[in-house]
């Protein structure tokens, strides 16, 4: 096939890329949005198994889970039924427990210092 | 039966009740346009061939969960989607453009599952991708989550 070097960055519909990007938790989210331009720009879509409703634009929420004598952080995806495990564990969140989240954001209580980090882009402000 | 035509003039006969699995040509028929032989101008024969396997497979999916066929599917899914990255291309674009629902997913969920864990370096030689990131879009997006691109279950094989 002619051009087949820009099979999966040009001539890949947006919204098949879109597809196959709502199939990926977490991390490999990331990993996806770095490979191209055009696949930084993909449509993130609800899974098509369900009606598309209003609110299906909003981010829907991760079950996480912090091993405290680790830092290995475990995110639950409810919609896909899968288990993302972000290991080995953010050596920062090491001995830190959970306290409240809200808006993306937890605030976190370790021994060293309190610590909010937002779930999903790992920010921190100490 | 409904005939099928390649975009290499090859032609394919196919049971309704197998065909009708794609959207496109359900409603052809259902408009009166099927009549003769379906020209399929997007597709090769290679990619044809791969999808009416699928539809003959399928044909009774409804009915497979009654007669215990789920696991037999399964395993030909699983079996179906192992090729190349691709020929893998080629069935995601005949599935959309025929609108086979169920392909569509398989293959989509395939790819993504082809993609977990795998380095940036990996996926764009897997998948013949040149990078057109500039360095600062590309450490934008990593600064947002250094921990993503790293740590020991981060595949760098190509495969």
Not at chain 1, 24 to 29: A, N
Request: aromatic content about 8%; glycine content about 4%.
């Amino acid at each position: 096939m002619e051009d087949s070097d820009k099979l999966w960055s040009d001539r890949i519909p947006p919204d098949i890329l879109g597809s196959i990007a709502s199939r990926l938790v977490v991390g490999e989210y990331f990993v996806f949005r770095v490979v191209c331009k055009q696949w930084r720009l993909a449509p993130l879509m609800p899974p098509s198994h369900r009606p598309r409703r209003l609110h299906d634009d909003l981010q829907l929420p991760y079950l996480m889970t912090l091993h405290e004598k680790t830092g290995i952080v475990e995110f639950f995806d409810p919609v896909y039924n899968v288990v993302t495990t972000h290991n080995p564990g953010i050596s920062k969140l090491k001995g830190s427990r959970i306290r409240s989240s809200k808006a993306g954001w937890l605030l976190m209580e370790s021994w060293q210092s309190r610590v909010d980090i937002s779930t999903f882009s790992a920010k921190s402000i100490i | 039966m409904v005939k099928l035509k390649s975009n290499d003039d090859k032609e394919f006969e196919v049971e309704e009740a197998a065909v009708i699995q794609s959207e496109m040509i359900k409603n052809m028929i259902e408009d009166g346009c099927a009549t003769s032989v379906i020209p399929l101008p997007n597709i090769d024969s290679k990619t044809l061939i791969k999808v009416i396997e699928y539809l003959n497979k399928h044909i009774n999916m409804g009915k497979a969960a009654e007669t215990g066929e789920e696991d037999d599917l399964k395993e030909f899914d699983e079996q179906f989607v192992n090729m190349g990255w691709e020929e893998l291309f080629d069935v995601i674009m005949a599935a959309n453009y025929l609108n086979i629902h169920e392909l569509m997913e398989l293959c989509c969920q395939s790819a993504a599952d082809r993609l977990k864990n795998k380095s940036v370096r990996a996926v764009r030689e897997m998948l013949k991708i040149t990078n057109d990131l500039t360095e600062e879009e590309e450490q934008e997006i990593i600064n947002d989550a250094p921990w993503a691109f790293e740590g020991p279950e981060i595949d760098d094989t190509v495969n």
